[in-house]
């Protein structure tokens, strides 16, 4: 049985320079946790940003070279993917112009390793 877990927002801005928005980048789920047995995580994912100001944005998964998804002069952006994963895989949003990377956020695929945790007391205390 696979595992999902939503995400939170991410708020990121270019320190580099000032004069950029903020961009909220999220991906929903963010981490898929297999169970014993399980090879291959399957799952939709939903990535969304936004921006303050318009941008021109492309979204990619950095295991392939084209882009998922592009954005002209928009304050937003969202898109739906069918993953099949056996480990992270990274996201990015980079500008169409200059394909300067904007920001990047990772889809985790962890494997359940139930069998090998301790228990913190007995399996018969109460207490």
Not at 118 to 126: L, V
Request: glycine share 2%; net charge neutral; aromatic share 10%.
């Amino acid at each position: 049985m696979t595992l999902t877990l939503f995400s939170l927002a991410i708020a990121v801005h270019s320190s580099a320079d000032n004069t950029l928005p903020v961009i909220q980048f999220s991906i929903k789920p963010r981490l898929c946790v297999l169970s014993e047995g399980e090879e291959l995580c399957h799952d939709e994912l939903e990535i969304r940003w936004t921006s303050e100001n318009r941008r021109s944005l492309c979204l990619y998964r950095t295991d392939k070279s084209s882009p998922l998804n592009c954005w002209n002069r928009a304050f937003s952006g969202e898109h739906h993917v069918e993953i099949s994963a056996s480990r992270n895989v990274n996201f990015q949003l980079k500008e169409i112009e200059n394909q300067n990377l904007v920001v990047t956020e990772a889809f985790e695929v962890v494997q359940d390793n139930t069998k090998y945790r301790r228990r913190r007391r007995n399996a018969w205390s109460f207490f």
